[in-house]
């Protein structure tokens, strides 16, 4: 069990690039979750997918966020135009899917940090 | 609705006891306990769930009052591996999608 892989795992680019996260859950977990946490806070949910499909998406993100689970396997979370308040830890989550969500722990990845200039 | 924390800091002494308490404005159907260390990913160490179950760390306990729709985390005799920032996470229904994270408690051990 390799556990949940996050690549890279530090980006730093300059405000009004475009920067691609990817994932990788732990095989066989069929739900996958993207996070952002900045300094001194819990981790903020971005969006959720069940196999390949996305149901769940926060009214918090903005248009220039998109994620995408092709496979069912993988994940990228793209964003478009970055600003300098994008910089945050933006964290990869996976789980069984057995039950729902509410009942099954999430393995978190090891982050990618990201930082906008 | 962010699920609120208390303490946000303490610091204790290796051996002391702490509670740690999540509280919500909204009904609760879980509540999921992380631990996160500095530089780290946050790791999962309990959930509770409406009823009464609870999954998890056979050394570490929590409550779940539905009622007051609160849940308390108990560290016993702390050991220094215990530091670090600790996370609530709450659903608000059985069907909901989305854990939504308190600000956390940070807990600091020394010898």
């Known amino acids: 069990d390799t556990g949940v892989s996050q690549d890279p795992r530090h980006k730093i680019t300059k405000r009004g690039q475009n920067v691609t996260f990817r994932c990788d859950p732990i095989?066989?977990?069929?739900?996958l979750y993207w996070y952002r946490q900045t300094l001194g806070q819990g981790p903020e949910f971005l969006t959720y997918?069940?196999?390949?499909?996305?149901?769940?998406k926060s009214r918090l993100l903005s248009d220039r966020f998109s994620a995408e689970r092709p496979k069912g396997s993988f994940s990228t979370l793209e964003i478009q135009r970055t600003e300098q308040g994008d910089s945050a830890m933006y964290l990869c989550?996976?789980?069984?899917?057995?039950?729902?969500?509410?009942?099954?722990?999430?393995?978190f990845g090891p982050g990618t940090r990201l930082t906008v200039l | 609705q962010q699920p609120v924390q208390s303490p946000q800091a303490v610091i204790l002494r290796e051996g002391e006891d702490a509670v740690i308490n999540c509280s919500s404005s909204?009904?609760?159907?879980?509540v999921h306990w992380y631990r996160q260390k500095h530089g780290e990913a946050p790791v999962f160490l309990m959930i509770?769930?409406?009823?009464?179950e609870q999954k998890g760390h056979e050394k570490i306990s929590a409550s779940f009052n539905e009622k007051k729709q609160q849940s308390s985390l108990y560290l016993t005799a702390s050991q220094l591996s215990y530091s670090g920032t600790y996370f609530c996470?709450?659903?608000?229904?059985?069907?909901?999608?989305?854990?939504?994270f308190g600000q956390g408690t940070r807990l600091t051990i020394n010898p």
């Open positions: 989550a996976s789980s069984l899917g057995s039950g729902t969500s509410s009942d099954n722990e999430q393995f």
């Open positions: 095989s066989e977990h069929n739900r």
């Open positions: 997918f069940q196999n390949e499909a996305q149901l769940e």
């Open positions: 909204k009904a609760l159907y879980s």
């Open positions: 509770l769930l409406k009823g009464g």
């Open positions: 996470g709450t659903y608000n229904s059985q069907g909901a999608q989305k854990l939504v």
